[in-house]
């Protein structure tokens, strides 16, 4: 049964630009732009008028864009939940410029070990995760640890949790990493690493979305009966501000916004293609974590359920339920 039948979640990319260039990602291998703030202005008024209550600033890395701080402050001021995930390489150089505008901040580490989380970076990061997390404390913000977890490590969550998260009572994600155009094996956690991963969500300040490990155990997305509600539930928007359906992984039709995202989603045609999300051969097996998430959301089946319990318990943690709403 259907909850809810708009779209809630918007993924607002940036730019596909990253100075980093992770093993799992490769997003920073596209040629990007950069959003405009006159297109951003149009789209946060229709995103309002179509019922989106969460903006994902995203990319890339969100925080080269220099006008972060404006989109941000336009959105609080329209009433929605803003997030933004980053590698924290400029976060100390740009935090006071973003205190107080970001509801939900995530610092990726995916390791305790500095050579180790660098070396899957690409890039010397770990001291700055470390940098931020003193500066977002001083001015008083409350960012998440984002830790994407392969086979390999996790039994590296302790050591994090122990030494990183808990002493400054900050929430750790765990994201399992997933597979897409081929990047990482998905399926190649184990039945013990699972049952570690369920035990670590149960953990005080740990979020883990347990509808992702079912979802998997299950073999993912089925294109006959698809748990996938992408496009309907997350209006994904690029750097050339084109409307990216049926999600940003597959994009297999992009359309250029043009100031009228509005009735551009309503359109006849965005609804039929909506109507396929999940249903493209590509989709068999997807375990999106993005898409996911918002799919359990939308829609009463036992993946909601699964979820639910975390999803209370992150929100409660950080006050985000009270603008749900
Ligand atoms: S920091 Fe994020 S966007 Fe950049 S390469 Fe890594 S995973 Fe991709
Ligand atoms: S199943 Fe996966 S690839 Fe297919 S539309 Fe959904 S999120 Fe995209």
């Not at 997390?133 to 001015?139: D, F, N, P």
């Not at 992408?230 to 250029?256: D, M, Q, R, W």
């Not at 999106?288 to 918002?294: K, L, R, S």
Request: hydrophobic share 35%.
């Amino acid at each position: 049964m259907r909850l809810i039948n708009n779209p809630v979640l918007c993924n607002y990319y940036l730019t596909y630009r990253c100075n980093a260039a992770c093993s799992f990602c490769d997003i920073w291998q596209k040629p990007s732009s950069y959003i405009r703030l006159e297109d951003l202005r149009d789209n946060l008024h229709d995103l309002k008028k179509l019922g989106v209550k969460v903006i994902d600033f995203t990319g890339g890395e969100p925080l080269l864009h220099r006008q972060l701080p404006l989109f941000l402050e336009e959105s609080k001021k329209m009433g929605f939940i803003t997030t933004v995930t980053t590698n924290c390489l400029l976060y100390p150089k740009v935090a006071p410029s973003l205190k107080g505008l970001i509801d939900m901040l995530h610092f990726s580490l995916d390791s305790p070990d500095e050579q180790e989380h660098n070396e899957s970076r690409k890039v010397k990061c770990f001291d700055k995760v470390m940098e931020s997390i003193e500066i977002a404390k001083r001015l008083g913000e409350k960012p998440d640890i984002l830790f994407t977890v392969f086979e390999n490590n996790v039994d590296k969550i302790e050591e994090v949790w122990k030494n990183i998260t808990k002493p400054n009572n900050l929430v750790l994600i765990l994201n399992p990493v997933f597979e897409y155009n081929n990047l990482v094996m998905a399926d190649n956690f184990t039945e013990k690493s699972y049952q570690k991963l369920l035990w670590w969500g149960k953990q005080q300040y740990v979020y883990l979305n347990e509808a992702f490990i079912a979802l998997r155990k299950d073999g993912g997305n089925n294109v006959d009966k698809p748990v996938c509600k992408a496009a309907s539930s997350t209006i994904v928007i690029s750097p050339e501000n084109e409307l990216i359906l049926p999600c940003y992984h597959l994009g297999i039709e992009k359309f250029k916004i043009s100031g009228n995202l509005y009735e551009l989603y309503k359109s006849k045609n965005i609804q039929t293609i909506i109507k396929q999300e999940g249903k493209y051969e590509a989709c068999e097996g997807c375990v999106i974590n993005c898409y996911m998430q918002p799919s359990f959301a939308v829609e009463l089946n036992k993946y909601f359920w699964k979820a639910l319990p975390s999803t209370m318990k992150y929100n409660f943690i950080k006050g985000t339920w009270k603008h749900l709403f």
